[in-house]
């Protein structure tokens, strides 16, 4: 957006009522940085939170030059902050993490130190996947399993903590859709990539943002913005049903000319629930398309800042 600074790294962090955690947050960070000898920024994008988040953001911003504030509108979603905070940089590198320190900070100078021998994207890369629920596990392992297939690219450990050149963040930009999905689309960009492991921390204030239900919507609206192929599973189950419609049509007229047509009630009912179910769930694909279609097309911007300091 403005002048792009040489050497500067632009730390952004997602923020969503996340009171109790800035300024722990900026302090820890600003910390390390500052021992590693690193030039940075700090940006902080207040994601329409409804507590005193942005008030705690605008104080560190008046004390330290480092410290910027964005401030949404109302709610937008972490994608929309991720992409509002690379927007806003000014850095010749950008590190992504999250507010809770879930993802540790020491982990940025490594990636920093990447980005000096010439990586241009270095990737967070979960060694383990912290504490969760194991119904959690699973949903998550499932989620991944088929972004992973239907993408091409493993995202099993993937997270949103990553470096990004100046170059790759110039090319996330230029994407112009309404749902971005930041953590697939910064594989799909390419560029000389390193990934770091890190161990994903407990959060020690607050809680998680994601529900259940938050998090099944995340999923489908991730693979349905990022790829067709659930479509390909509409057409596969056509072709299912017509194998089995010419066997079952092959039987039927055989029973009808050898007079024993009037069995077969169940078969009937089964064929109608099925292929019922069939139809609607493939509508129900084709319905979400059409929404990804619909919510492209009205070209809302994907936030809107009422905000800002430190500039
Ligand atoms: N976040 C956000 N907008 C939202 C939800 C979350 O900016 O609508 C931020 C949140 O403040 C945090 C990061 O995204 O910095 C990750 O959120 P959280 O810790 O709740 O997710 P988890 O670590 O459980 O995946
Ligand atoms: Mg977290």
Same mark, same amino acid.
């Given at each position: ?236 189950? @056509?072709? %299912?049903?017509? +194998?089995?419609?010419? !066997?079952? /049509? ?5 029973? $009808?000319?050898?007079?024993? *047509? ?13 292929? @019922?179910? %069939?139809?609607? +769930?493939?509508?129900? !694909?084709? /319905? ?5 279609? $619909?919510?492209?097309?009205? *070209? ?12």
């Amino acid at each position: 957006m403005d002048t792009v600074k040489n050497n500067l790294l632009s730390v952004i962090i997602p923020s969503y009522n996340e009171q109790d955690m800035i300024a722990t947050t900026f302090h820890t960070v600003k910390n390390i940085l500052k021992e590693a000898d690193i030039p940075f920024e700090i940006l902080f994008v207040d994601d329409g939170s409804k507590d005193m988040t942005y008030i705690q953001i605008a104080a560190l911003s008046k004390e330290y030059p480092e410290a910027k504030g964005i401030s949404f509108s109302r709610n937008f979603g972490k994608e929309a902050a991720i992409f509002a905070g690379l927007e806003s940089a000014q850095g010749a590198c950008c590190v992504i993490m999250d507010c809770d320190l879930q993802h540790p900070p020491a982990t940025i100078v490594e990636m920093y130190r990447l980005w000096e021998q010439g990586y241009e994207v270095v990737e967070g890369v979960k060694s383990s996947r912290g504490k969760e629920s194991r119904f959690h596990a699973f949903c998550a392992g499932s989620f991944y399993g088929i972004i992973s297939k239907v993408i091409g690219i493993d995202m099993a450990n993937a997270s949103d903590f990553k470096l990004l050149d100046r170059q790759a963040v110039d090319a996330l930009l230029l994407m112009p859709e309404r749902t971005p999905f930041f953590r697939a689309l910064s594989s799909w960009i390419g560029f000389k990539t390193a990934t770091v492991n890190f161990e994903v921390q407990e959060r020690t204030v607050g809680t998680s943002k994601w529900s259940f239900f938050s998090l099944v919507k995340y999923a489908v609206k991730n693979i349905t913005s990022f790829s067709g192929a659930p479509m390909q599973f509409v057409s596969l189950m @056509g072709w %299912v049903t017509l +194998i089995f419609s010419l !066997i079952f /049509g092959i039987q039927s007229l055989y029973k $009808y000319f050898s007079g024993a *047509a009037l069995e077969g009630f169940t078969t009937v009912i089964l064929l109608q629930l099925i292929i @019922g179910s %069939v139809l609607m +769930i493939s509508l129900g !694909i084709i /319905g979400h398309y059409i929404s990804r279609i $619909y919510d492209e097309i009205k *070209a809302r911007p994907r936030y809107i800042i009422n905000k800002r300091c430190g500039y």
